[in-house]
C-alpha cells in the first residue's frame, strides 16, 4: 500500500485535530494538511510527475516542505532530498545521477539552481513558496485537492536518499514504501507511540532521522507535531512543556545540558528523550539523567535501513549501548573478511530485514559489494553482549559524524589537493564540545601555499558549511604503513586536541 494513503487513512476520524503547530506560522489540521497534498499532487503531476519519476527538494524546513514530501508519496513518485547547506557545486552531481523530472528550490536559490537544473535535463524547476510565477505554493491556490493515491506495492521507491555509504561519491539509497512503513510500525510499537503524544521536531527534514523516523511515527498515529524550523535553544526550551517525545542528535542534549534554564521541572511531562545517529557520551547521559531524572534512549541506525536497534522503553537503557535489534531486524558480526566473530568480539555489523533498502541508484555492481549473503554490510564495528545488546564500538569506514551529519574524508581531501600550494592532504575527525567530532586537515605544502585562510575561502566556494575544516595545519609528510596508506588512527590520536 502507498505509505500516505495508511497515514490519511491514521488521520481518518481527526480531521480537525491539529496536525502541526509551528510556533511562528500558527496551526495546520489533519484536514488543512491532507488537503494541500492533494493540491500540491495535482500541481507535480500537472508538471510531468509520473509514478516512479524522481522529485528532487533542496529548500528550507517548513510545514510546505512536509505537504510536498507527501505529495510526492501520493503521486507515486520518488522523494530525493538535499541538504540545504549543499552549494551549486555539490548539487550537479545529484542532478545528474538521479536524473530528477522536477527540481524544488527555495526562491533565494532559483536563479543559481535552475541553470544547473536545465543542464541536467530536469524538465522543471519550481520554487517552494514566494510570489513569482511558478512558485508551487502559488500553483497550489489554482489547483484541486483530488489527485489520485497512485497504487504502490511493497518494493516500489518512495525515496531516494544519498549518502556515500562506506566509500566514495555519494550513492542513492533506495528506499520503498515498504522499507519506510515496516520501520515506522515497528518503532511505534517499541518506542510506546499513544495517542496523548505530542513531537517536538527540531531536526532537518532531508536526511531519514527528521523526514522518516520523526514524522512518521506521529504522521501514523496520527500525533500533532510543534515543527521548528531548526534545533534553536530558546524555541525548544519553549516548545517543551507542550510536548511528550523529543528526537535529537546528541549536539541537542549536550547544548540543552550547557543551558541553565533547562532543568527538571521544565520536561517532568516529556515521556521520552530519543538520541541517534552519532553516538551519545556516557557523560552526556549520566549528566542529563541527573539534571531532569530522566534516562535518554539511545537508539542506532542509517540512512540505508532506518532504525536497526534501540535500547528498550521498559528495560535498562545503557549509556554507550544502542540497545537490542529492532524486534524484525536480524544483526551478526563479521570480520572484514565475512568470518564469524566470536561471542564477545568485536566485528563489522551486518543486518537483515524489511527495513533494508532496495540498493543504490543505478549502482549494482557497488550495491553487491556491501551485501554478503543477502545481509547488508553496515561499515560499523560493533560488539555484541550475551542478551544481545549492541555496542556500536568504531567504524570500519572512513566517516567522520558531526552533530549527525555524515562528512566524507576523501570527498574534502579531493578538493585540498586541487588547491595550489597544497602537495597532499588528510581529513580526520577529531573530538568536539559541542558538534561530538568536528573536521580537520592536515596538509603538506609547497613553496607557494597560500595559507590557512585563503584556503579555507576556497573550500566554502565548493563544499557544504558543515564540511569545511575547522582548522587546515601544516604537516611535514603524513605517516603512512608499509602498503602507502595514510594512517589515520595516528594522526586522530596526535592531533585529538586541536580543537
Ligand atoms: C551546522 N554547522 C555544522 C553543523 N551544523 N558544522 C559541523 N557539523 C554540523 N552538524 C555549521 C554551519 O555550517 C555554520 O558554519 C555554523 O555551524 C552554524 O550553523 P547553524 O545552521 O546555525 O548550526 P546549528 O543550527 O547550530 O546546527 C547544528 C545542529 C544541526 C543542530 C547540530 O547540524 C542539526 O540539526 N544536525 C542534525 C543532523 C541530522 O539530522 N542527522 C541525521 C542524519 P559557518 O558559520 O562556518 O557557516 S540521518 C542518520 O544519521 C541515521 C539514519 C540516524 O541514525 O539517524
Ligand atoms: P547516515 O549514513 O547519515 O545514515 O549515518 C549512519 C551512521 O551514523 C551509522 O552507520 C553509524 O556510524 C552512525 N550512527 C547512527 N546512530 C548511532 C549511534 N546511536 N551511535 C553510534 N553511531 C551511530
Given amino acids: 500500500m502507498n505509505l500516505y494513503q495508511r497515514m490519511l487513512d491514521a488521520a481518518g476520524p481527526h480531521q480537525d485535530a491539529v496536525a502541526f503547530h509551528m510556533p511562528d506560522a500558527g496551526v495546520r489540521s489533519h484536514a488543512e494538511l491532507h488537503d494541500a497534498v492533494g493540491r500540491c499532487a495535482n500541481v507535480l503531476i500537472e508538471a510531468g510527475v509520473e509514478p516512479g519519476d524522481r522529485v528532487t527538494v533542496q529548500v528550507e524546513k517548513s510545514f510546505e516542505n512536509v505537504v510536498l514530501y507527501l505529495a510526492v508519496l501520493r503521486a507515486g513518485a520518488v522523494y530525493m532530498p538535499l541538504n540545504t547547506a549543499y552549494t551549486g557545486a555539490e548539487l550537479g552531481y545529484f542532478f545528474d545521477d538521479a536524473e530528477p523530472r522536477v527540481l524544488v528550490c527555495d526562491p533565494a536559490r532559483h536563479a543559481e539552481l535552475e541553470p544547473l537544473a536545465k543542464g541536467a535535463n530536469v524538465a522543471c524547476t519550481l520554487t517552494l ?46 528506499l520503498s514504501h515498504g522499507n519506510l512503513f515496516a520501520n515506522a510500525a515497528t518503532l511505534r510499537k517499541i518506542w510506546g507511540w499513544e495517542s496523548g503524544d505530542v513531537l517536538l521536531h527540531a531536526l532537518p527534514i532531508y536526511h531519514v532521522h527528521g523526514l522518516f523516523v520523526a514524522l512518521h511515527c506521529a504522521l501514523l498515529e496520527p500525533s500533532p507535531v510543534l515543527l521548528l524550523p531548526r534545533f534553536d535553544i530558546d524555541a525548544v526550551l519553549a516548545s517543551l512543556p507542550q510536548a511528550t517525545v523529543l528526537m535529537g542528535v546528541p549536539t541537542f542534549y549536550v547544548r540543552l545540558l550547557a543551558d541553565s534554564r533547562f532543568d527538571r521541572a521544565q520536561c517532568a511531562h516529556m515521556r521520552l528523550f530519543i538520541s541517534g545517529s552519532a553516538p551519545l557520551l556516557p557523560e552526556t547521559f549520566a549528566a542529563f539523567e541527573n539534571r531532569t531524572g530522566k534516562r535518554i534512549l539511545e537508539r542506532y541506525g542509517m540512512t540505508e535501513a532506518g532504525m536497526i536497534a534501540s535500547n528498550p522503553l521498559k528495560g535498562e537503557r545503557v549509556a554507550g549501548t544502542v540497545g537490542y535489534p529492532l524486534p524484525d531486524v536480524d544483526v551478526r558480526l563479521r570480520s572484514p573478511d565475512g568470518d564469524t566473530v566470536e561471542s564477545g568480539g568485536i566485528g563489522v555489523l551486518e543486518i537483515r530485514g524489511p527495513n533494508v533498502f532496495q540498493g543504490y541508484w543505478r549502482q549494482p555492481e557497488r550495491t553487491a559489494e556491501e551485501f554478503r549473503d543477502g545481509w547488508f554490510i553496515t561499515g560499523d564495528l560493533a560488539s555484541q553482549a550475551a542478551d544481545g545488546r549492541i555496542s556500536i564500538v568504531g567504524r570500519h569506514k572512513d566517516l567522520i559524524i558531526s552533530g549527525g551529519l555524515n562528512i566524507y574524508p576523501r570527498e574534502i581531501e579531493f578538493e585540498l589537493d586541487q588547491l595550489p600550494g597544497i602537495e597532499e592532504s588528510a581529513v580526520i575527525g577529531v573530538p568536539h564540545a559541542d558538534f561530538g567530532e568536528a573536521v580537520v586537515a592536515l596538509v603538506v605544502t609547497r613553496d607557494d601555499w597560500p595559507g590557512e585562510a585563503a584556503v579555507i575561502a576556497k573550500l566554502r566556494h565548493r563544499l557544504a558549511a558543515f564540511k569545511v575544516p575547522r582548522t587546515v595545519m601544516r604537516i611535514d609528510q603524513l605517516p603512512r604503513n608499509a602498503m602507502g596508506k595514510v594512517q589515520k588512527a595516528i594522526l586522530r590520536k596526535h592531533y585529538a586536541d586541536a580543537l
Fill in 129 to 174: 513558496a514566494g510570489d513569482g510565477s511558478g512558485s508551487l505554493t502559488e500553483l497550489m491556490g489554482g489547483a484541486t485537492a483530488d489527485a489520485p493515491i497512485v497504487q504502490r506495492a511493497n518494493a516500489d521507491l518512495a525515496a531516494i536518499v544519498y549518502t556515500s555509504g562506506t566509500t566514495g561519491r555519494s550513492k542513492g539509497a533506495m
